[in-house]
T-cell receptor, first 112, second 115 residues
Framework: RKEVEQDPGPFNVPEGATVAFNCTYS??????FFWYRQDCRKEPKLLMS???SGNEDGRFTAQLNRASQYISLLIRDSKLSDSATYLC?????????????FGTGTLLAVQP | ETGVTQTPRHLVMGMTNKKSLKCEQH?????MYWYKQSAKKPLELMFV???????ENNSVPSRFSPECPNSSHLFLHLHTLQPEDSALYLC??????????????FGPGTRLTVT
C-alpha cells in the first residue's frame, strides 16, 4: 500500500464548478498534513496546511479525518488559474527531522 | 518569489561526465533537502541535511553525492549517471525544531537529462 494515495485524475471541470480531491495515508502516527500545488514544469508550492478542525482559505477548504486517515481539499468557484496538479503531503517526524511523504498528485484542468 | 534558488535550471550530461547541482536558500532555514521527481511518480526524498549534518540518506546510489558546506548551501555532485536518472531534481529548505508542521519551500528545480 502506498504511504499517500490520491486519485491521479485528470479532473476536467468547467469554470465556476466545485471540485473535491481526496487523499488517504497509511501511517496513523503522521503528525501534520498539507496540500501543495504544482504547475506544469514548476516546483511544488505550499497551498495550505490541514488542521484537525478543518480550515478555509478563500475558495479552498481542507479537511482532516484522523480516524479514517483521510484528507480532502475542496475548491469552490473554480478559476482557469486553478489548473495544476494538487499534491497531498503527509509529515512523519523521523526523530531528527521532518520527513514529507508526497502523493503522486491529482491533475485539475479547469475549462473555459 | 521563491527564497530557494537552484542552478543550473537545465542540464544535459553524458554518462561519463561529472557535474554538480547547486542550491541556495535565503530564508534562514536550518534544514535542506534533495528530492527527485520522475514522470508519473511522487517526489522521492533523496537526502536531508539538518544543521549541516546529513540525517537522511534514502538508499540513493553512490553516483549521487551530496554536500552541505553551510546552512544556506547544498550541492548534489553527479558522476557516471544512468539514463534512468533523468528527472527533475528539487531542492527544499525548512526550519526544523521540535515536532511540528514546518513547511518546506522548494527551489525551481534542475531538469536533468542523461544521454
Amino acid at each position: 500500500r502506498k504511504e499517500v494515495e490520491q486519485d491521479p485524475g485528470p479532473f476536467n471541470v468547467p469554470e465556476g464548478a466545485t471540485v473535491a480531491f481526496n487523499c488517504t495515508y497509511s501511517n496513523s502516527a503522521s503528525q501534520s498534513f498539507f496540500w501543495y500545488r504544482q504547475d506544469c514544469r514548476k516546483e511544488p508550492k505550499l497551498l495550505m496546511s490541514v488542521y484537525s478542525s478543518g480550515n478555509e482559505d478563500g475558495r479552498f477548504t481542507a479537511q482532516l479525518n484522523r480516524a479514517s486517515q483521510y484528507i480532502s481539499l475542496l475548491i469552490r468557484d473554480s478559476k482557469l488559474s486553478d489548473s495544476a496538479t494538487y499534491l497531498c503531503v503527509v509529515n512523519n517526524y523521523g526523530g531528527a527531522t521532518n520527513k514529507l511523504i508526497f502523493g503522486t498528485g491529482t491533475l485539475l484542468a479547469v475549462q473555459p | 518569489e521563491t527564497g530557494v534558488t537552484q542552478t543550473p535550471r537545465h542540464l544535459v550530461m553524458g554518462m561519463t561526465n561529472k557535474k554538480s547541482l547547486k542550491c541556495e536558500q535565503h530564508l534562514g532555514h536550518n534544514a535542506m533537502y534533495w528530492y527527485k521527481q520522475s514522470a508519473k511518480k511522487p517526489l522521492e526524498l533523496m537526502f536531508v541535511y539538518s544543521l549541516e549534518e546529513r540525517v537522511e540518506n534514502n538508499s540513493v546510489p553512490s553516483r549521487f553525492s551530496p554536500e552541505c558546506p553551510n546552512s544556506s548551501h547544498l550541492f548534489l555532485h553527479l558522476h557516471t549517471l544512468q539514463p534512468e536518472d533523468s528527472a527533475l531534481y528539487l531542492c527544499a529548505s525548512s526550519q526544523e525544531g521540535s515536532v511540528g508542521s514546518y513547511e518546506q519551500y522548494f527551489g525551481p528545480g534542475t531538469r536533468l537529462t542523461v544521454t
